[in-house]
């Protein structure tokens, strides 16, 4: 069964809405998560790196206020696309990876396809 | 630093041809490694890990073998179905609690 949840799976919503997308570890405690963007045909970028009770750690380039990350429990994490624009459009993936070795893969949530009209 | 450098794609077969995607890689010290598959619309799916050089990962009818001499990890099929038509990428693990680094993902096309 999955062991990330990601909800919502699409949004399809107005210029100027800000967009909550929500990241559940269901099988482990997950301090730490990490939230990529999908552009079509295209690999994955790594946005940011969310840890659980502090600041998460952007990429270069990636706007901090623009994509806010919120990580407030050990299973959960959140990213608010805040005024939301046509160019955010996307599909953006949450994951996450148990702690201790580097042998540990990472699990994907199933993705958000998120539509600015 | 580390870095992962897969064929680029579309890798376009028949059904029942022998499928090989190539993957290498740059790393210090002893990574582990993958292969994700996802499938049009869908997240990534683990499909085969190994960590340790001389390790293979299997699964599904794939494979991969962790050649730390050539620092490679090429996947593998012998006979490729319609249903693995996805983009198949190649990651690499280097410290516990980090992002993996992808590389750029391959696109798999099969035809019946």
């Known amino acids: 069964g999955a062991v990330v949840s990601q909800h919502p799976s699409r949004v399809i919503c107005k210029s100027g809405t800000s967009v909550k997308i929500e990241c559940r570890s269901l099988?482990?405690?997950?301090?730490?998560m990490f939230w990529y963007r999908q552009f079509p045909k295209q690999s994955l970028m790594l946005m940011a790196t969310?840890?659980?009770?502090?600041?998460?750690?952007?990429e270069q380039g990636v706007e901090k206020d623009k994509f806010l990350i919120n990580h407030a429990s050990l299973t959960l994490s959140t990213l608010t696309v805040t005024s939301a624009h046509p160019e955010d459009s996307s599909f953006y993936i949450c994951?996450?990876?148990?702690?201790?070795?580097?042998?540990?893969?990472?699990?994907f949530g199933d993705g958000t396809r998120l539509s600015i009209l | 630093g580390n870095s992962v450098t897969q064929m680029e794609g579309p890798v376009t077969l028949s059904e029942e041809a022998f499928l090989t995607i190539n993957c290498t890689y740059t790393a210090t010290g002893y990574p582990s490694l993958f292969w994700y598959v996802q499938y049009p619309g869908e997240g990534l799916q683990l499909l085969l890990k190994a960590t340790k050089a001389d390790d293979k990962g299997s699964n599904k009818g794939f494979e991969a073998t962790y050649r730390k001499e050539t620092t490679s990890f090429h996947l593998e099929k012998g006979s490729v179905q319609v249903s693995d038509s996805a983009v198949y990428f190649c990651?690499?693990?280097?410290?516990?609690?980090?992002?993996?680094?992808f590389g750029k993902g391959t696109t798999l096309s099969v035809s019946s």
């Open positions: 990651a690499l693990g280097a410290q516990a609690g980090t992002a993996l680094i």
């Open positions: 969310s840890n659980e009770g502090s600041k998460a750690t952007y």
């Open positions: 099988d482990f405690q997950a301090t730490t």
């Open positions: 994951s996450a990876r148990r702690e201790g070795l580097s042998n540990q893969p990472q699990h």
